[in-house]
């Protein structure tokens, strides 16, 4: 008997740019697209919500482009929000893609997405990079399937630890570090299945 070998999973890519005014104008792209298509009336996170965190990234930008004291913070934080979210919403539409295989690459044309080959490349648990200005580290993690919560640390010395707030994304800046100066880092997820222990600290010379 003849077998028919199974078609490969087509992987959906959002492309998402990593300067700011870049990022809202694709996101923007998206949310229209998505809105236009009542198929995507019940995506996770919901459009309403979407628009609501890509207006308030717009207008933190606007703020930093004016020199806003204190606007860099906030328009980093609502980045993190932002990215957060469109993390959520891609795995919203794999799963549309992965349901219905034969239509998967038309899914995403509506989401005004691509489709790109299953990469053998695992992405690392968890990435450390210098922030925008001097005294400042992003922390990205590889996000939890779910719903879930983060809480950063930083520690001069391993004892005395700093907190962040709980947080519903996976990426954090820390501001205010100082430069030169070698800081620990930290963080713990938690899901519906519980508190996960401390993770390792990670060490890294601020900028």
Same mark, same amino acid.
């Given at each position: 008997?003849?077998?028919?070998?199974?078609? *490969?999973?087509?992987?959906?890519?959002?492309?998402?740019?990593?300067?700011?005014?870049?990022?809202?104008?694709?996101?923007?792209?998206?949310?229209?697209?998505?809105?236009?298509?009542?198929?995507?009336?019940?995506?996770?996170?919901?459009?309403?919500?979407?628009?609501?965190?890509?207006?308030?990234?717009?207008?933190?930008?606007?703020?930093?482009?004016?020199? *806003?004291?204190?606007?860099?913070?906030?328009?980093?934080?609502?980045?993190?929000?932002?990215?957060?979210?469109?993390?959520?919403?891609?795995?919203?539409?794999?799963?549309?893609?992965?349901?219905?295989?034969?239509?998967?690459?038309?899914?995403?044309?509506?989401?005004?997405?691509?489709?790109?080959?299953?990469?053998?490349?695992?992405?690392?648990?968890?990435?450390?990079?210098?922030?925008?200005?001097?005294?400042?580290?992003?922390?990205?993690?590889?996000?939890?399937?779910?719903?879930?919560?983060?809480?950063?640390?930083?520690?001069?010395?391993?004892?005395?630890?700093?907190?962040?707030?709980?947080?519903?994304?996976?990426?954090?800046?820390?501001?205010?570090?100082?430069?030169?100066?070698?800081?620990?880092?930290?963080?713990?997820?938690?899901?519906?299945?519980?508190?996960?222990?401390?993770?390792?600290?990670?060490?890294?010379?601020?900028?």
């Amino acid at each position: 008997m003849l077998r028919t070998m199974p078609s *490969k999973k087509l992987i959906v890519s959002m492309k998402l740019p990593k300067a700011i005014p870049a990022l809202i104008t694709r996101c923007l792209a998206i949310w229209q697209a998505m809105s236009a298509d009542k198929q995507f009336a019940d995506c996770d996170p919901s459009l309403t919500q979407l628009k609501a965190d890509i207006d308030a990234l717009q207008a933190a930008q606007v703020d930093v482009e004016a020199g *806003k004291p204190g606007a860099v913070t906030v328009r980093d934080d609502k980045e993190s929000v932002v990215r957060t979210d469109f993390q959520h919403l891609k795995m919203y539409l794999q799963r549309r893609g992965d349901a219905n295989p034969s239509q998967a690459a038309e899914i995403y044309k509506a989401a005004d997405c691509d489709v790109q080959k299953p990469s053998t490349r695992k992405k690392p648990p968890h990435e450390l990079f210098d922030g925008p200005v001097s005294g400042s580290v992003i922390i990205r993690l590889l996000a939890a399937i779910g719903r879930a919560s983060y809480v950063f640390q930083y520690s001069l010395d391993q004892k005395t630890w700093t907190s962040s707030p709980g947080l519903p994304q996976a990426t954090y800046t820390f501001h205010g570090l100082t430069p030169g100066q070698t800081y620990y880092f930290r963080w713990q997820v938690t899901t519906t299945k519980g508190t996960a222990d401390w993770s390792q600290p990670v060490a890294w010379l601020v900028r």
